[in-house]
């Protein structure tokens, strides 16, 4: 059985890399920390750290143990808490998987709404997340049109759309700015391609939020949500609207039906809802 204190000492490990600063932070000597470590390791039968001149870099082992022991840790002392006070409401952990992008109008709200209810986050893209979810590595996620998925619950919570922008004293539409991880982009592109639309210079930038502010400051045309737009910049104006027709995105929050029990994905739904 995996010792709570030796978990905790990985845990410290695995933010600082580094087997002295985490010691000191623990309050252990390093010897009393890398017997923690290798206890652990051969009570899971993995490696956790590849130990280098320079530090350390933990393995696949570790990524995964990492992801899950922070919820292990917080639950067992919410239970310590629970049993010496007798009283007062248990403080539950889910690991969300979204898009940095949609986080930045989406987190501030749920992080104020969930009382007892702490978030650790994962970013990445939405086919990303799918696979977070699927294989573990995240409770659940916000993610932009999912595939149906078999073992996935889905639950559209809103819709955006994706289309061009430019700023509304801008006379500068020679250059487009896009980012080309996502689906939307391309089907726009095609459109445009379609429409014998061109542009003298075209950027592939993997940042939506860097569009925008390029797009603010008058550099040219760019690819984006809406919701990014209001967001960040409402005086930005849609573009050939007569000509593109947006992408329409459906946002869902999604989790795996194993997941589906926890009180804690029907509290994280139900904020979306009101959001």
């Not at 039906?257 to 979306?272: D, T, W």
């Amino acid at each position: 059985m995996i010792n709570s204190s030796d978990l905790k000492s990985f845990l410290t490990t695995a933010k600082t890399l580094h087997l002295t600063k985490a010691a000191k932070e623990l309050g252990l000597s390093q010897p009393a920390l890398s017997h923690c470590i290798k206890r652990l390791e051969l009570e899971l039968g993995e490696e956790l750290f590849l130990r280098r001149k320079n530090g350390l870099i933990m393995t696949k082992s570790g990524e995964f143990l990492l992801l899950r022991g922070q919820k292990i840790c917080d639950d067992l002392e919410g239970v310590a808490n629970f049993l010496k006070t007798g009283h007062g409401a248990i403080k539950q952990t889910l690991t969300l998987g979204i898009h940095s992008s949609v986080a930045c109008y989406t987190l501030p709200y749920l992080i104020k709404e969930l009382k007892n209810l702490e978030l650790n986050f994962r970013f990445g893209l939405s086919r990303e997340v799918t696979e977070w979810i699927q294989e573990g590595k995240v409770d659940c996620g916000i993610i932009i049109n999912p595939y149906p998925h078999s073992n996935l619950v889905i639950n559209q919570i809103d819709k955006d759309n994706v289309t061009l922008w430019c700023h509304k004293k801008s006379t500068n539409k020679d250059k487009l700015f896009f980012d080309p991880q996502l689906y939307q982009t391309h089907s726009i592109l095609r459109q445009l391609e379609k429409k014998g639309i061109e542009f003298a210079h075209q950027y592939p930038i993997s940042n939506l939020e860097l569009i925008a502010k390029f797009i603010y400051e008058g550099v040219g045309v760019g690819i984006l949500p809406e919701k990014v737009v209001k967001n960040y910049y409402p005086e930005l104006t849609k573009v050939y609207s007569s000509d593109i027709k947006p992408f329409q995105d459906h946002i869902c929050f999604v989790y795996s039906e194993e997941n589906k029990p926890l009180s804690s994905i029907a509290q994280l739904k139900a904020a979306l809802k009101k959001q």
